[in-house]
């Protein structure tokens, strides 16, 4: 198959030096020669879905047009008093809370999050973040955010990794929605490999102290929209939350890609 490929390439080169006559006749080959390429390039370097790695189409981005139809979307954004938002409920105040997609082990929400976070499909975080801007346009211009903030990785950890798995996403709203994207402000202090045996008590210690603020006075009041990846006990994001509101008057709402139950 490559190998046709290959020799109808140089066929087809050899016969637009004999045949060529005119300006059109140089741009169509030149267009088919590039479709050619890309042929070629698909067929030797195939092009899998970040969701279900079925085969993409050609004219299919990052995901299948089947996974797109069956991304578990949670329209949060339509009921204020939603699963995300109640995992703060008496801990912390929060503005809103929104996640945009449902979690469920083995579906396509966890191979698109496990290809953003440890395969560099930072693509995804985009395309995601494209899509969600859209959904949010109207309801995050009723609650004037103030800022887009990540949470943020320990530097040991971004130097591992190489980026953070929440900043293609974060970036993607920002320049649709307008609103200024901070990777400063709030920093991750304590490097812990996993928080899963660690013991209650020594958890919450850790919630408050793991990430630090640095501010002046120009950010007293601001708005807040945390951003995470995954929402599942809330913890992180608590923790984050609890930094920023040692700024006054500060006010924080919540959203992530996506939300687990467990
Ligand atoms: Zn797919």
């Not at 939603?82 to 396509?108: A, C, Q």
């Not at 801007?133 to 990794?161: F, G, Q, W």
Request: glycine share 4%; proline share 2%; with cysteine.
């Amino acid at each position: 198959m490559m190998l046709i490929f290959v020799v109808l390439f140089f066929l087809k080169i050899i016969n637009f030096f004999y045949i060529s006559q005119s300006y059109q006749n140089l741009l169509n080959y030149l267009h088919q020669i590039d479709k050619m390429l890309k042929n070629l390039i698909n067929l030797l370097f195939p092009k899998l879905c970040c969701g279900c790695e079925a085969l993409l189409l050609q004219n299919e981005q990052i995901i299948c047009a089947e996974c797109r139809h069956n991304l578990p979307l949670t329209n949060h954004h339509l009921m204020k008093d939603n699963y995300t938002s109640k995992k703060f409920n008496g801990l912390i105040p929060i503005e809103l809370g929104v996640s945009m997609l449902y979690f469920h082990k083995e579906g396509i929400v966890q191979n698109l999050i496990h290809n953003l976070k440890y395969k560099n499909h930072q693509e995804i975080g985009t395309f995601l973040g494209n899509w969600y801007a859209n959904d949010l346009e109207n309801i995050i211009a009723v609650y004037a955010i103030s800022e887009i903030i990540p949470v943020p990785l320990h530097e040991k950890r971004l130097n591992e990794r190489g980026y953070n798995q929440v900043t293609t996403f974060c970036k993607a709203l920002s320049e649709n929605l307008g609103i200024h994207h901070n990777e400063t402000i709030l920093k991750r202090i304590i490097y812990s490999k996993t928080q899963t045996k660690k013991n209650k008590q020594a958890r919450e210690e850790l919630k408050n102290s793991i990430f630090d603020v640095s501010f002046t006075e120009a950010d007293y009041g601001k708005h807040f929209l945390l951003v995470d990846d995954v929402i599942t006990s809330g913890a992180t994001l608590e923790a984050c939350a609890r930094a920023l509101l040692k700024i006054p008057y500060a006010k924080i709402s919540i959203l992530t890609i996506a939300y687990s139950d467990s």
